[in-house]
């Protein structure tokens, strides 16, 4: 994703002296302008001379506009789920290079000649007087590489293994060979502790790589994982999976950043919640959410325990009346379960189940209760067996404030009014005439 801050220009410093650049070197018509940075002078070019000395490095030849210095180019990925949108600046820069960098963004590349830069981040927008937030210190750039700069940990904490900081990571990605993708891992979430990746989310007591620290990456050549597939990537911490995602197809041959950001502590469909930041040679490609997660809760009065099934996976197993279940993670999508007396292998049984339910559509980062309610065996009047999905929307912009849904999962029972109980009387009701199968507002009651 490109920010607004070069929609005309990118900017170049060089810690060269001014000397170096004659009459012969640039003409008249398109001399670039010179502004002076503790860092040395600095030369702003067009988004043209951007291109050909990016051609440049590519072809190993380092000639610019006559300039025959080595340069290199360096972006900026915003990976810190609770810092605000920031401007970049080069110290001692009366103007920012970028503006407005918001988490998960990516800026285009800035192109620099070798040497030392120290960047300093204020709350965008900004003016060069305002407060700095963060500042790098001096950040060697060595000639003819390219940077990603991954600005992660937290703003708010000075705990060392939370703090913010800035990841300057040289790219080198692997060719690799025919049908991958070579793909940087960088965990990147202050929160996670070291984790596993199970490439399949088969086996997370045999991950592909295991022991990824907080703050650590794969290397500068990448992995190579199959491209042209939606991979299931588990992340396990103690030979348990903590969580999963699905990710899109990989395009074969492209170098890809895969940034584990976010808080583990939020919730999935939180903004700052936890995700995989994927970052290709242009820019963000998306801000990856981790599967859905069901938890099914048994509200039928005549049902005996049970397993549920998807297809032949055993998702529930044993599951009692009143019980509700650990959160299963699924690949979004759409399935039918597939409700059995509760048996003692987890084998799906080979006769008819005793009952069949849709879910809806289940989406990446979202969380649903499935009440399984209703009879198995109506008798004339009463409600048939069936299942109410719920997904969690429940109001999160107040953490201080407690909100409920309620939903109506006793299928004999009349509607009802519901309301808060004071000296053995019902006081002010909350819902009003809720039926069977009914709920109350997603977004919960205060």
């Given at each position: 994703m490109r920010t607004s801050g070069l929609a005309a220009f990118a900017f170049v410093t060089s810690l060269l002296p001014l000397?170096?650049?004659?009459?012969?070197?640039?003409?008249?018509?398109?001399?670039?302008?010179?502004?002076?940075?503790?860092?040395?002078?600095?030369?702003l070019a067009s988004e043209g001379d951007l291109a050909e000395a990016s051609q440049a490095l590519e072809t190993k030849s380092f000639s610019f506009r006559g300039l025959t210095r080595i340069f290199s180019i360096l972006r900026v990925v915003h990976a810190s789920p609770d810092a605000p949108a920031v401007d970049v600046y080069v110290r001692g820069l009366p103007f920012p290079l970028l503006?407005?960098?918001?988490?998960?963004?990516?800026?285009?590349?800035?192109?620099?000649?070798?040497?030392?830069?120290?960047?300093?981040?204020?709350?965008?927008?900004?003016?060069?007087?305002?407060?700095?937030?963060?500042?790098?210190?001096?950040?060697?750039?060595?000639?003819?590489?390219?940077?990603?700069?991954?600005?992660?940990?937290?703003?708010?904490?000075t705990a060392e293994d939370e703090r913010f900081r800035v990841l300057p990571l040289v790219e080198g990605f692997d060719g690799g060979a025919a049908g991958?993708?070579?793909?940087?891992?960088?965990?990147?979430?202050?929160?996670?502790?070291?984790?596993?990746?199970?490439?399949?989310?088969?086996?997370p007591r045999a991950p592909e790589l295991a022991g990824l620290a907080r703050y650590a990456d794969t290397g500068a050549a990448g992995i190579a994982l199959p491209a042209a597939t939606a991979l299931q990537v588990g992340i396990a911490a103690g030979g348990n999976t903590v969580t999963a995602f699905?990710?899109?197809?990989?395009?074969?041959?492209?170098?890809?950043?895969?940034?584990?950001?976010?808080?583990?502590?939020?919730?999935?469909?939180?903004?700052?919640?936890?995700?995989?930041?994927?970052?290709?040679?242009?820019?963000?490609?998306?801000?990856?959410?981790?599967?859905?997660?069901?938890?099914?809760?048994?509200?039928?009065?005549?049902?005996?325990?049970?397993?549920?099934?998807?297809?032949?996976?055993?998702l529930v197993s044993n599951l009692s009346f009143g019980g509700i279940s650990k959160p299963v993670q699924l690949p979004p999508g759409q399935y039918s379960?597939?409700?059995?007396?509760?048996?003692?292998?987890?084998?799906?049984?080979?006769?008819?189940?005793?009952?069949?339910?849709?879910?809806?559509?289940?989406?990446?980062?979202?969380?649903?209760?499935?009440?399984?309610?209703?009879?198995?065996?109506?008798?004339?009047?009463?409600?048939?067996?069936?299942?109410?999905?719920?997904?969690d929307g429940l109001d999160l912009s107040d953490a201080k404030e407690p909100r409920l849904q309620i939903v109506h999962a006793s299928p004999n029972a009349p509607a009802v009014d519901i309301g808060i109980v004071a000296g053995g009387a019902l006081g002010p009701t909350v819902v009003t005439n809720v039926s069977f199968g009914q709920s109350s507002s997603a977004e919960g009651i205060a």
């Open positions: 000397a170096a650049c004659s009459s012969s070197d640039v003409s008249s018509e398109s001399s670039p302008e010179l502004s002076s940075s503790e860092d040395g002078p600095v030369v503006r407005g960098v918001k988490f998960t963004d990516t800026t285009p590349y800035l192109l620099l000649p070798r040497g030392q830069y120290t960047l300093d981040l204020r709350a965008s927008p900004s003016r060069a007087s305002d407060p700095v937030a963060f500042s790098t210190g001096r950040l060697p750039i060595e000639g003819g590489a390219r940077f990603t700069a991954v600005a992660t940990g937290l703003l708010g904490s991958t993708t070579p793909v940087r891992i960088v965990h990147a979430s202050p929160d996670a502790p070291t984790v596993d990746l199970d490439v399949g989310n088969d086996n699905t990710t899109p197809e990989l395009p074969a041959g492209r170098g890809l950043f895969v940034i584990a950001t976010g808080l583990l502590g939020k919730r999935p469909r939180e903004a700052n919640g936890f995700g995989l930041l994927a970052v290709g040679p242009r820019g963000t490609v998306g801000f990856i959410r981790q599967n859905p997660r069901v938890y099914a809760l048994h509200a039928s009065p005549d049902a005996p325990a049970v397993d549920i099934f998807a297809g032949s996976a055993e379960v597939d409700f059995f007396a509760a048996a003692p292998t987890p084998a799906r049984p080979a006769g008819a189940p005793a009952a069949t339910a849709a879910l809806p559509p289940l989406e990446a980062g979202e969380q649903y209760v499935a009440v399984a309610t209703g009879f198995l065996a109506p008798r004339a009047g009463e409600a048939a067996f069936r299942v109410l999905p719920l997904v």
